[in-house]
């Protein structure tokens, strides 16, 4: 989707839906501005249902004060502007109350963003604000002594967090990252102690994929590529609508024919992908003016090896990284869909999609479909794309009610014998 021709108002309108939509803010928590090239500030209203609002609701404040619109401009005015004073590279400032966040911030602490890569990649170094009264001028320049330093994310104490970015977007992916990196911390806490990355760890991964495939120009795409893109960007969607993706993180893959694969782009939010921004992998070129995800090795490597594998799918869902963080085990013998679909869950140590991504791609088989890379992410693979994408959503359905029945008894998995009753009715042996 094509973001330059969208009015501030409508693009107000759009992300305060999308927060309010994944239950990240109330109907009156939050707030949004985006300052314009002719210096105009654009702002959410004072007291209107963030389910409801509409570009008429959206206040405009001229360069001299004047307001324009028919509601008053959101209390929260005076800290935005504290924060476009402070950093004349920001165009955009967003503000919500996002449960996990605001959990840190009832406990003075700010999430570690170094238990997976993405979050310090994305958001940075976190800033925090002591308390200051909701709409007055000390919260703001509380706020703008922490962005000053260059920070694009600060935790307001016994409040919520500020983002800012170049553009309204760009503030949501610090802001939705962070939130999805404070809930994975309070979920791993659950289970044991996080393992934490170090920053050459971190980088490890910062230049992997990034060597310019050679490109190809393709000729009239063929019907079925047609459906098949249409299908990806479906289930993307879906992915990232059931929290299994965020706007950042997120790989699919489906193979075309022995020599092409269709892949998600590099750095493209995953909430609005449209069949014309998947990359054709080809002969090991690249669909020209387009970049693949990093991960398009991996994904290459597989289809090289496994004819019986035609989709692939990496992720971060909370729960499944959870176990993969703090090194605990996951036994899908829970229940019978979740040993059927996930099998003999194969785990490999952070750092081997780049070191060694053929040891993933050999551990591949039809008894092993779910890989979990610690710290890194949990690939699945499957027959078809709907097939790949059943076992990351039963992945992390399997993760999730483990962590649950923990706190209300002893688990007992599924017994030997009863695995071997499963693998003989449904032919898995």
Request: glycine residues 6%; negative net charge.
């Amino acid at each position: 989707m094509n973001f330059t021709y969208m009015h501030p108002a409508e693009q107000i309108v759009m992300i305060i839906n999308r927060i309010y939509t994944k239950q990240m803010t109330t109907t009156s928590g939050g707030n949004l501005s985006i300052l314009d090239d002719e210096g105009n500030l654009w702002i959410t209203p004072s007291g209107i249902d963030k389910g409801t609002l509409s570009i008429g609701d959206i206040c405009q404040i001229k360069p001299d004060g004047t307001v324009i619109g028919k509601h008053r401009p959101s209390s929260e005015l005076p800290f935005h502007k504290c924060v476009y004073a402070a950093r004349p590279d920001v165009r955009a400032v967003l503000h919500a109350h996002p449960q996990a966040l605001v959990s840190f911030s009832l406990v003075g602490k700010v999430p570690n963003t170094k238990i997976i890569p993405s979050p310090h990649l994305v958001c940075g170094e976190i800033g925090f604000a002591e308390y200051g009264l909701p709409g007055s001028i000390e919260l703001g320049n509380k706020l703008a002594e922490q962005f000053r330093k260059g920070r694009n994310v600060v935790i307001m104490e016994n409040h919520g967090v500020v983002t800012c970015g170049k553009d309204l977007f760009e503030a949501f992916m610090i802001f939705e990252t962070l939130e999805r990196a404070a809930a994975l911390n309070i979920v791993a806490h659950q289970l044991g102690t996080p393992s934490v990355l170090t920053d050459e760890q971190i980088y490890l991964g910062v230049d992997h994929g990034k060597t310019p495939l050679a490109e190809f120009l393709p000729g009239e795409i063929p019907s079925y590529e047609k459906k098949a893109r249409k299908d990806m960007c479906a289930l993307i969607h879906r992915a990232y609508d059931q929290e299994l993706f965020t706007s950042t993180q997120g790989t699919f893959s489906e193979r075309l024919d022995d020599h092409a694969f269709l892949i998600t782009p590099y750095g493209m939010d995953r909430k609005y992908l449209e069949p014309e921004d998947l990359v054709r992998i080809e002969n090991g070129k690249r669909e020209a003016g387009k970049t693949p995800s990093r991960a398009y090795r991996i994904h290459q490597m597989i289809y090289e090896r496994h004819p019986q594998v035609n989709a692939v799918v990496m992720a971060t869902p909370t729960h499944v990284m959870a176990f993969g963080i703090t090194r605990t085990p996951l036994d899908p013998r829970t229940i019978p869909e979740s040993y059927i679909m996930i099998r003999d869950l194969v785990r490999v140590p952070y750092g081997t999609s780049v070191l060694n991504p053929e040891q993933i791609a050999e551990a591949i088989s039809e008894s092993t479909p779910v890989i979990l890379a610690e710290n890194e992410f949990v690939l699945t693979v499957g027959s078809t794309l709907i097939n790949a994408f059943d076992r990351l959503e039963v992945a992390e359905f399997t993760a999730n009610t483990i962590i649950h029945a923990m706190t209300i008894g002893q688990i007992a998995p599924i017994s030997q014998d009863r695995i071997e009753e499963i693998n003989k009715a449904f032919h898995l042996n």
